[in-house]
């Protein structure tokens, strides 16, 4: 088989459809989760390495990585300027997760709006 006969467009491999249910039940994963899998199994840098080549503090660095802190839009370009990822999919799980949260901290008040009729 030549070189010329193999296909590396990836929509030639088979693909399945997985259902997804909403909710999940569960949290949306924090981003920080990702970042932290990411910096110890694929970028191989320190926490204050990563901080330092992103400018940003040990500190928050370490907020983000431990759920604690949300990730910004700049912590979310910085992130994947250092690593080479989509910094909008570190901004969209952020927005999933804290939507999640307020809609179960603002539960009761949510059942007490009527929805508009139309």
Do not use: C
């Amino acid at each position: 088989m030549s070189d010329d006969s193999i296909s590396n467009n990836t929509t030639d491999l088979p693909t399945t459809d997985l259902p997804v249910h909403w909710p999940i039940g569960r949290a949306p994963t924090h981003p920080g989760e990702l970042f932290r899998e990411i910096l110890d199994e694929q970028a191989d840098l320190s926490v204050s390495e990563a901080a330092r080549r992103m400018d940003v503090s040990r500190q928050s660095l370490h907020a983000v990585l431990r759920g604690e802190s949300a990730v910004t839009a700049e912590m979310a370009l910085r992130f994947g300027r250092l690593v080479g990822g989509n910094p909008e999919l570190y901004v969209q799980m952020q927005a999933k997760r804290d939507l999640w949260e307020a809609e179960r901290k603002l539960q009761a008040t949510l059942d007490a709006i009527a929805p508009r009729r139309r």
